[in-house]
Nanobody, 127 residues
Framework: QVQVEESGGESVQAGDSLTLSCAIAGRTTSWSAMAWFRQAPGEDREFVSAIMWNSGTTLYADFVKERFTIYRVSSKKTMYLQMNNLNPEDSGVYYC????????????????????WGQGTRVTVSS
């Protein structure tokens, strides 16, 4: 099981861009999946995006609408979430998550599908 730690959250203005980082400690495998979730005050934690560590296959929530890009730099064992054209609805705590999937299974989009979580990094977007 890997350990993950997020960073990069800050307060920005609507329309700004921001990149979050997730540092990974531990061994990854061919079926390691990493993801970003977010949680606004009073709301459930929701899926944002995911990536398969080895293949680079990505998955996005519909609301991302090509504004966000998930990618990883294997040599740095770090995953990133580049967010463009931010709006106030993007505010919340962003969490990095990791899991090892069963071979050939789909990337989960639910909280229960991931078993390693970071402490979160806060993003605040002002209008």
């Amino acid at each position: 099981q890997v350990q993950v730690e997020e960073s990069g959250g800050e307060s920005v203005q609507a329309g700004d861009s921001l990149t979050l980082s997730c540092a990974i400690a531990g061994r990854t495998t061919s079926w390691s999946a990493m993801a970003w979730f977010r949680q606004a005050p009073g709301e459930d934690r929701e899926f944002v995006s995911a990536i398969m560590w080895n293949s680079g296959t990505t998955l996005y929530a519909d609301f991302v609408k090509e504004r966000f890009t998930i990618y990883r730099v294997s040599s740095k064992k770090t995953m990133y979430l580049q967010m463009n054209n931010l709006n106030p609805e993007d505010s919340g705590v962003y969490y990095c998550a990791a899991t090892i999937l069963r071979p050939n299974s789909l990337i989960p989009q639910n909280v229960g599908g991931f078993d390693s979580w970071g402490q979160g990094t806060r993003v605040t977007v002002s209008s």
